[in-house]
């Protein structure tokens, strides 16, 4: 892929951060690590974990809130019971918590450029939101289908965006981006013990995974050795882990971009 400079003088550099439900906070721990390490971010999209991860960023919460979020948030703080007519649950209190954390912002007020990447469930494709209410937009991404509510929008059913593209890297693209950093949480572990129900567990893995190819495209991959962490443990203790798994893996590759970024 081409890395040719912007008009600038430097590469326009876009960050894609996947789902990976109660992993998202591996995100937080690759996004201290750039920051520290001055790599530019222009323009960030995600997906369900990687959406709340990447609305606080872009929104300029302050790193040390971010890993208190990372921490702290579980399922009781998201998640309700509802009626299951379209869903067992419902993540009103997710929407709730981003509007008391962030604002009750619209995606064009972030100060970085920033999408969040949803499902059309009616259509089964992928779809792109640039504007609209934030918090309703990231709680749209976060709605695994089956599980938790879907999202109405503008007459349009939305779901979890992991579904349709899990690594928006093509989403980065859209926004300008020359250079794409990616971050795949969704790595697949095949559990022999557990018989044909590991099988199934890593084929899921592998399917959301591959949905919208990003892992395949990014200009650098980032990737924490995270296969067969749990996806469900929102515990303070598994986060902090999490933390510290994205921080090393971001260490790793820092060599790498700061020689193609500063040629």
């Not at 201290?32 to 609305?55: F, N, T, W």
């Not at 399922?75 to 299951?84: G, I, L, M, N």
């Not at 203790?237 to 971009?257: D, F, M, R």
């Amino acid at each position: 892929m081409s890395t040719m400079p912007s008009k600038n003088g430097r590469l326009k550099v876009g960050l894609a951060l996947s789902g990976g439900v109660a992993r998202g906070p591996v995100h937080v721990g690759v996004l201290s690590v750039l920051e520290r390490e001055g790599i530019p971010i222009d323009c960030v999209a995600g997906v369900s974990a990687g959406s709340i991860v990447g609305a606080a960023y872009c929104a300029g919460l302050p790193m040390k809130e971010m890993r208190d979020m990372a921490a702290h948030w579980g399922w009781r703080h998201v998640a309700s019971p509802t009626w299951p007519r379209y869903g067992l649950l419902s993540f009103s209190k997710m929407e709730k918590l981003i509007v008391d954390l962030l604002g009750d912002l619209d995606i064009r007020d972030l100060a970085i450029p920033y999408a969040t990447v949803v499902t059309d469930m009616d259509r089964g494709e992928q779809v792109v939101l640039r504007e609209g209410r934030l918090a309703t937009a990231v709680r749209a991404s976060c709605s695994v289908p089956g599980f938790v509510t879907p999202v109405q929008l503008d007459g349009r059913w939305y779901c979890d965006g992991g579904v349709a593209d899990n690594l928006p890297v093509d989403a980065v693209r859209q926004m300008g981006a020359d250079f794409v950093i990616g971050v795949d949480l969704f790595v697949p572990h095949y559990s022999r013990r557990l018989g044909p129900i590991g099988a199934g567990s890593a084929a899921i893995q592998t399917l959301v995974r591959q949905a919208g190819g990003g892992f395949k495209d990014a200009n650098c991959l980032i990737q924490p050795d995270i296969s067969g962490h749990s996806y469900l443990d929102f515990s303070r203790k598994k986060s902090e882990q999490y933390i510290a798994l994205g921080a090393a893996a971001a260490q790793k590759a820092i060599p790498a971009l700061k020689a193609i970024l500063n040629q």
